[in-house]
């Protein structure tokens, strides 16, 4: 993988340094150092998260209500209102995730980047980390995560579940079109940083947008659907909770990154990860035949350690 610059002497290639950081720091959340300040205590988000997710989907319930009648495409249109970031989820921020980056009900721990893993790291080589402040760490079903894992969760959750659910592709197109993305503009061409972690999110969440409606689940889980159409209109059977969908593999600090050449050289050659070897059994034989394309190496590894 190239580096995002390499030359140092263009008068414009730093002009699209700066122009595209600015584009990048407006479409996606910052990184976040999993590993500094891992061992602080704060308190667990859980519960407002739930109640701010849950009341979002009942709104978007409401509103479809109040259409018409059980219109499936009307109810998602309207959840994605609700749940997704503009632009039909791309390059945006997702509501849940600028919530949890800014409500005074969610618990947050934050890395001064001169303390992180990045510090040493120059504007050339990762230009989003150096020009941006990096993301907080929040707990959320006792896992340590970022707010972004909301956006990939419910914007690019459901980009997999049209590629799949949608136009009828198997899942491993869901997960080709996840893979370029850390490959390219969300990953190793911009930030650095492949995130195995974004992929367990995104999976999730295409699975997420098929439980709406108890689509078929693809690690074979409890297919009861969310919201079901009684008597005309949408009614809810379940409410949603975070602790459903937030597991290990979210874990930037056990779910390990891979990280471009640029990058690599300069975090800290003595930064285990993962951080929590343990969890690593859990999180495989949690996603099966798709930790291959999931769980990184690494923390594939320590799962058939003895």
Same mark, same amino acid.
């Given at each position: 993988?190239?580096?995002?610059?390499?030359?140092?002497?263009?008068?414009?290639?730093?002009?699209?340094?700066?122009?595209?950081?600015?584009?990048?720091?407006?479409?996606?959340?910052?990184?976040?150092?999993?590993?500094?300040?891992?061992?602080?205590?704060?308190?667990?988000?859980?519960?407002?998260?739930?109640?701010?997710?849950?009341?979002?989907?009942?709104?978007?319930?409401?509103?479809?209500?109040?259409?018409?009648?059980?219109?499936?495409?009307?109810?998602?249109?309207?959840?994605?209102?609700?749940?997704?970031? *503009?632009?039909?989820?791309?390059?945006?921020?997702?509501?849940?995730?600028?919530?949890?980056?800014?409500?005074?009900?969610?618990?947050?721990?934050?890395?001064?980047?001169?303390?992180?893993?990045?510090?040493?790291?120059?504007?050339?080589?990762?230009?989003?980390?150096?020009?941006?402040?990096?993301?907080?760490?929040?707990?959320?079903?006792?896992?340590?995560?970022?707010?972004?894992?909301?956006?990939?969760?419910?914007?690019?959750?459901?980009?997999?579940?049209?590629?799949?659910?949608?136009?009828?592709?198997?899942?491993?197109?869901?997960?080709?079109?996840?893979?370029?993305?850390?490959?390219?503009?969300? *990953?190793?061409?911009?930030?650095?940083?492949?995130?195995?972690?974004?992929?367990?999110?995104?999976?999730?969440?295409?699975?997420?947008?098929?439980?709406?409606?108890?689509?078929?689940?693809?690690?074979?889980?409890?297919?009861?659907?969310?919201?079901?159409?009684?008597?005309?209109?949408?009614?809810?059977?379940?409410?949603? &909770?975070?602790?459903?969908?937030?597991?290990?593999?979210?874990?930037?600090?056990?779910?390990?990154?891979?990280?471009?050449?640029?990058?690599?050289?300069?975090?800290?050659?003595?930064?285990?990860?993962?951080?929590?070897? &343990?969890?690593?059994?859990?999180?495989?034989?949690?996603?099966?035949?798709?930790?291959?394309?999931?769980?990184?190496?690494?923390?594939?590894?320590?799962?058939?350690?003895?």
């Amino acid at each position: 993988m190239k580096p995002f610059i390499t030359s140092t002497g263009s008068t414009w290639g730093l002009a699209w340094l700066v122009l595209g950081s600015l584009f990048l720091g407006s479409a996606q959340a910052t990184e976040v150092d999993s590993f500094t300040n891992r061992d602080a205590v704060f308190e667990d988000a859980t519960p407002a998260l739930n109640a701010q997710m849950n009341r979002r989907i009942e709104q978007a319930i409401k509103r479809t209500n109040k259409i018409g009648t059980c219109d499936a495409q009307l109810l998602y249109f309207e959840m994605g209102v609700s749940l997704r970031a *503009g632009l039909l989820g791309a390059f945006m921020v997702s509501p849940l995730e600028s919530y949890s980056n800014r409500s005074g009900k969610v618990d947050r721990n934050k890395t001064r980047r001169k303390d992180s893993i990045y510090k040493d790291l120059s504007v050339f080589e990762s230009p989003p980390i150096k020009l941006y402040p990096l993301g907080a760490l929040i707990k959320v079903n006792d896992q340590l995560i970022a707010g972004d894992k909301f956006s990939h969760f419910l914007n690019v959750g459901w980009t997999y579940y049209q590629i799949h659910y949608r136009k009828g592709q198997p899942v491993s197109e869901a997960h080709a079109y996840g893979e370029k993305t850390e490959e390219g503009i969300w *990953g190793l061409a911009t930030t650095g940083i492949y995130s195995y972690a974004d992929l367990a999110a995104n999976f999730s969440g295409m699975r997420f947008w098929a439980s709406v409606l108890g689509e078929e689940d693809p690690l074979g889980r409890n297919s009861q659907p969310m919201v079901q159409c009684i008597e005309g209109h949408w009614e809810r059977q379940e409410l949603f &909770s975070w602790a459903d969908w937030v597991d290990p593999a979210w874990d930037e600090g056990i779910n390990c990154n891979k990280y471009a050449p640029r990058v690599e050289r300069n975090v800290p050659s003595d930064m285990a990860c993962p951080a929590d070897p &343990s969890r690593c059994a859990e999180i495989v034989g949690m996603y099966g035949q798709y930790a291959d394309r999931l769980i990184s190496p690494e923390c594939r590894a320590a799962s058939a350690a003895p």
